[in-house]
């Protein structure tokens, strides 16, 4: 429980101090097919700091992975994080 409070605090200071560095972003079409490729893309969107792109790729990792994977629902939760969604940041935590 410590663990998730923790996660969650950095998770709200991340996405509090990121808004104003955060780098203009493209809209892009979330195109991947396989797990691994939408990861890929997501974590390089992540490098970017395009951090609407990291969300969108990471919830297509979700969709294309497997159901309720730990690792791709912390991703997720990550790029929730960072894209200003610390409440759905929170829910995908707790699922």
């Known amino acids: 429980m410590h663990t998730v409070i923790v996660a969650l605090a950095v998770a709200f200071l991340v996405a509090n101090g ?12 979330v195109e991947c097919h396989e797990v691994q490729e939408c990861r890929r893309l997501a974590l390089e969107a992540k490098e970017r700091g395009a951090y609407e792109t990291f969300h969108d ?12 994977d730990p690792d791709l629902m912390y991703l997720l939760a990550r790029a929730q994080s ?3 969604r610390p409440t759905d940041a929170l829910v995908t935590l707790r699922r």
């Open 18 to 29: 990121s808004a104003a560095t955060e780098a203009p972003q493209i809209a892009a079409r």
């Open 57 to 68: 790729f990471a919830w297509r990792t979700i969709q294309t992975g497997r159901k309720n």
């Open 82 to 84: 960072l894209s200003n």
